[in-house]
């Protein structure tokens, strides 16, 4: 325990806390805190380009390359809105839940495979297999948030 000032004990005497040096960590936070309106431009900027690439995407459908990017772009930038929402921490915490993990490591793995099936090996039935698991993970990622979701879909399914 390190050794208190004058100044810190006579804190305590009086019921105050000692000052505490800032820590790394503390500083990080503080770099990162945003206002609730820039938390909420960053949010609309975000869903907003997330909407257009994914649009875009759809028009690139015949040129396969360029679909998995744009498309997997915009669900990065989509899902990365909500982190502003969320506070990107608690939007990690969330997706890595008991009940979400699973579908968030197969959307996550799925984005990585659709880019690197798309750019890296160039095979188009691969691509669109990836792109299929990317958006199924999607929606079962997305049903996790509302309540009885996934056991309304999964009796449908039935």
Known sequence: ???????DRVKLMVGMEPEHPPELLDDLNECFALSRMQRLYGFGICISAGILCSFLSSLMWLRPTKFAILYTLGN?????????LMGFWNQLKGMFKGTRV????????????????????????????????????????????IPGGRAAISSILR
């Not at 325990?1 to 100044?7: C, D, G, K, Q």
């Open 76 to 84: 990065l930038l989509s899902l990365g809105s909500t982190g502003f």
């Open 1 to 7: 325990m390190p050794e208190r000032s004058a100044l």
């Open 102 to 145: 699973v579908a968030s490591c197969v959307y996550l793995a799925a984005m990585v495979m659709t880019l690197v099936s798309a750019c890296y090996l160039k095979n188009f039935g691969l691509t669109i297999i990836c792109i299929v698991i990317q958006s199924c993970a999607l929606a079962w990622y997305c049903l996790s948030y």
